[in-house]
Nanobody, 125 residues
Framework: QVQLVESGGGLVQAGGSLRLSCAAS????????MGWFRQAPGKESEFVAA????????SYADSVKGRFTISRDNAKNTVNLQMNSLKPEDTAVYYC??????????????????WGQGTQVTVSS
């Protein structure tokens, strides 16, 4: 079974940094694109970032460009999200997600399916 376990969330002051990690198992990690979504209270889930199966291309929501960096280590079956210059609006539960298809394009957020349980990120002002 697909298993995605997020970690690294916590409380941080505005302007600070946080690094999220996702440990993946139950599928051939290196042939799936991966990504991060987030959901704040009262809001719909929001695409944050994605990375291709090779790690050669990345995509970011406009709201996080220049501040967040997604990366992956296929040898360790992990995907990370480095978050810098955090803002209170970044407060949300962050979810690790897997693309629905092997070798799939990361152009559309709708192409992501399996989600992890999420990790809470709270940014105080």
């Amino acid at each position: 079974q697909v298993q995605l376990v997020e970690s690294g969330g916590g409380l941080v002051q505005a302007g600070g940094s946080l690094r999220l990690s996702c440990a993946a198992s139950g599928f051939p990690f290196s042939v799936y694109g991966m990504g991060w979504f987030r959901q704040a209270p009262g809001k719909e889930s929001e695409f944050v970032a994605a990375i291709t199966w090779t790690g050669g291309f990345t995509s970011y929501a406009d709201s996080v460009k220049g501040r967040f960096t997604i990366s992956r280590d296929n040898a360790k079956n992990t995907v990370n999200l480095q978050m810098n210059s955090l803002k209170p609006e970044d407060t949300a539960v962050y979810y690790c997600v897997r693309h629905k298809k092997q070798f799939g394009s990361i152009r559309s957020s709708a192409d992501f399916g399996s989600w992890g349980q999420g990790t809470q990120v709270t940014v105080s002002s």
